[in-house]
């Protein structure tokens, strides 16, 4: 599954998801799932990612949040017309769920602002279609 967030910013943030089965297990309700994010900064100046917020939200209704500095351990500067891609993964307790949250970027002037990334679907391939 792919989905774009570009609302009100210069950057726009598309994710892939993929189920790993190697690596879960369903009898312990235990679903991984990797996610590719692409970071594109189509404004005219450099933009670092300072941090990330995710709220993650199992078919229960259990909602996770994570927060930290930078991505995968790094803080990348995107500059104008360039892309940055990482690939991390989340657990959840259910075969479906969903991610959402935003990145705080701060720009080469020194002014910081939010990278929306819209609510998107972590799902086994057989549960939904």
């Given at each position: ?14 994710v ?10 369903p ?12 970071i ?6 450099s ?7 995710w ?5 229960n209704?259990?909602e996770?949040e ?7 351990g ?56």
């Amino acid at each position: 599954m792919t989905t774009n967030s570009e609302i009100g910013t210069p950057i726009k943030v598309s994710v892939e998801t993929f189920y790993v089965e190697a690596q879960s297990q369903p009898e312990k309700d235990k679903y991984v799932f990797a996610y590719t994010i692409t970071i594109k900064n189509h404004s005219l100046c450099s933009a670092k990612l300072e941090s990330r917020y995710w709220l993650i939200t199992d078919a229960n209704g259990k909602e996770t949040e994570v927060e930290g500095d930078g991505v995968v351990g790094e803080q990348p500067t995107i500059r104008p017309g360039e892309s940055y891609q990482y690939t991390s993964g989340a657990v959840l307790d259910t075969p479906v769920g969903t991610m959402e949250g935003y990145y705080l970027m701060r720009n080469e002037f020194g002014s910081e602002f939010k990278a929306p990334i819209k609510v998107f679907r972590l799902n086994r391939p057989d549960i939904l279609h």
